[in-house]
């Protein structure tokens, strides 16, 4: 299963959570500039917990060096891949965390929960010279404190069904159930870290984003985290990929759906492409929102309705629905 958005639309940028994420691929470029030294750059600034339990190991660092590496690890990825994936999943959920937290409390539980997945894996794995990097035990927080705040959102995910494309929205609670179910299963049957993954940080980060939520809750918004959340301006613009539900029943020649805009898009113009889930078919059309449009004006579109009985493409209606803070 691959995520590709939620529903859940955020009011205000997220500033911190983009910029971890622009801080992580600037990182990521000078971990893949070293060159012949890279191995020793991660066993410098990665997890590494023998480093914490063999004297003779640990006396080759400062104590500025073994600390700054518990926040550092998280910062450097494996692979291209591994850094895709990690960035994907935080793009998704963390925007809609800050935008509940403030930008500067969520920074503060992003690099908590970081830590937190970091010392559980350290105390798990007390003596292992393999080093652990990357932003998957924070980003693990960011997805637990998402499965408490927004249970009823859903995930717009891709399944891959041999070579066809099959979009459906997942509760995000059987979703993030699901992703924890499976770290849960791979750690219990794969052993600490015997496949180079850290499974327990993810478990431990999860359950750290859980329980902050409970401290962070209490925390009143002061004068920086009122103001960084104040800083960032409201969105815009709503996803440019939006799936359309398909009524249930036998088809009518002509379909009726509704489309969501903002009012800047409804004012200035816009561009969506849109999937119609026919049965087992997956249409997609590209559809252009008119400068001026207002809400519930009707937009058709000619033969992407469903078919009749003798086979004749009835039309697609689309019903524009102008809103600044709905759930798209």
């Not at 999937?275 to 519930?296: A, C, E, L, Q």
Request: proline share 7%.
């Amino acid at each position: 299963m691959i995520p590709i958005r939620d529903t859940v639309r955020s009011r205000n940028y997220p500033v911190v959570n983009l910029s971890l994420i622009g801080i992580n691929i600037f990182i990521f470029f000078i971990q893949m500039s070293q060159g012949p030294g890279l191995e020793r750059f991660i066993y410098t600034y990665g997890l590494v917990p023998a480093r914490f339990s063999t004297p003779y190991i640990s006396s080759h660092f400062t104590l500025i060096q073994q600390l700054f590496s518990l926040i550092s690890f998280m910062f450097l990825h494996g692979s291209i891949m591994h850094i895709l994936g990690n960035m994907w999943m935080l793009y998704i959920f963390g925007d809609n965390v800050e935008d509940r937290l403030g930008s500067f409390y969520y920074l503060i539980f992003y690099l908590f929960c970081g830590l937190a997945s970091g010392l559980f894996h350290l105390v798990l794995n007390f003596h292992s010279p393999m080093p652990t990097i990357g932003a998957s035990g924070a980003i693990a927080g960011v997805m637990g404190a998402y499965f408490i705040l927004y249970p009823h959102a859903k995930i717009l995910t891709l399944i891959p069904i041999l070579i066809f494309p099959w979009f459906v929205e997942i509760p995000a609670v059987f979703f993030l159930g699901l992703w924890f179910f499976m770290q849960v299963i791979n750690a219990a049957s794969s052993g600490a870290m015997a496949t180079g993954i850290a499974w327990w940080a993810h478990i431990g980060g999860f359950v750290c984003g859980i329980i902050s939520l409970k401290f962070l809750n209490v925390l009143p918004d002061g004068s920086i985290a009122g103001g960084l959340k104040q800083a960032s301006l409201k969105r815009k613009t709503s996803p440019r990929f939006q799936v359309l539900k398909t009524p249930s029943g036998r088809p009518e020649p002509d379909g009726y759906q509704e489309i969501y805009v903002t009012p800047h898009e409804a004012a200035a113009g816009a561009k969506k492409m849109i999937n119609i889930p026919w049965g087992f078919y997956n249409r997609f059309y590209n559809v252009t929102i008119p400068p001026g449009t207002r809400d519930g004006m009707l937009l058709r579109l000619k033969g992407a309705g469903p078919r009749s009985p003798e086979g004749h493409p009835g039309d697609l209606f689309l019903k524009v629905r102008v809103n600044q803070t709905s759930m798209f």
